[in-house]
């Protein structure tokens, strides 16, 4: 597929995982793709690696620069970098409150501005953000998580209004539990993994963990001209989890 020749991206915490995955289907179809990540060096070729911590503003801006004259601008951002934590209110302590935040939300802001002169060049741009069903739908042992996501949607509309009539389109993608690494860490740490997995399978109605090709299918759809009318738009990719509310099956 070539549905993205000649449009360039950048992918935040493209190397494993979900960005990975995405940062594999731009390229795939077509696209020039550059990773940042703290270590990029699964990202092989036709990928570029950059290495990046979204929590510096100087080293994300000397990378989105690097990547940007490497690949001679810049159509598309994936700010996909972003990291968990479990607990309640009670739980974590301020100092992973303001660790939290300062990736998952502060590292959006310091990625996207850092790209912004960029994207106002290119006739094609588009902004996709990683967000989560956390940001919709409240789930057990995920404030701090579900606060930073909650954030990053009311961040995609704010940065949509902000940037529409200058062409860059905003959007984000609301993953389900998705079949990750910082999932599988999850599960591993689990009294009993194989429980664990069962229920987050059964807490999505569709009845399985979302994969990271169908997450990287969607933030794909809407970087590319074929979303060209869609900004300020939060895309489940959830197994129906944040709509659907389905009886109990039969004999359960």
Not at 239 to 247: F, H, I
Request: aromatic fraction near 2%; charged fraction near 15%.
């Amino acid at each position: 597929m070539t549905g993205l020749s000649g449009l360039r991206a950048l992918v935040t915490g493209g190397a494993s995982g979900i960005g990975l995955a995405t940062a594999r289907t731009l390229a795939a179809q077509g696209a020039r793709v550059a990773v940042l990540d703290l270590d990029p060096s699964a990202a092989q070729p036709p990928l570029l690696g950059f290495k990046a911590d979204v929590s510096d503003d100087a080293s994300v801006r000397t990378a989105v620069a690097e990547a940007a004259t490497e690949m001679g601008g810049l159509d598309i951002l994936v700010n996909n970098a972003g990291i968990g934590a479990a607990g309640t209110v009670e739980d974590n302590p301020d100092e992973l409150w303001h660790g939290v935040l300062d990736i998952n939300v502060l590292g959006i802001v310091r990625t996207t501005r850092a790209a912004l002169p960029y994207l106002r060049r290119s006739p094609n741009a588009a902004v996709v953000n990683t967000c989560s069903i956390a940001a919709t739908a409240g789930l057990p042992q995920r404030a701090l998580y579900s606060a930073s996501k909650g954030a990053v949607l009311s961040l995609t509309l704010a940065m949509a209004a902000d940037h529409v009539r200058e062409g860059i389109r905003v959007n984000c993608v609301n993953p389900g539990t998705a079949d990750t690494p910082w999932v599988g860490r999850l599960l591993d740490a689990a009294d009993d993994p194989d429980a664990e997995r069962a229920a987050l399978n059964a807490r999505q109605p569709m009845g399985r963990l979302v994969t990271a090709d169908e997450v990287a299918a969607a933030i794909v759809y809407l970087a590319s001209p074929a979303a060209a009318s869609v900004t300020g738009t939060a895309l489940a990719v959830d197994g129906g989890m944040q709509g659907l509310r389905l009886r109990p099956a039969a004999g359960s």
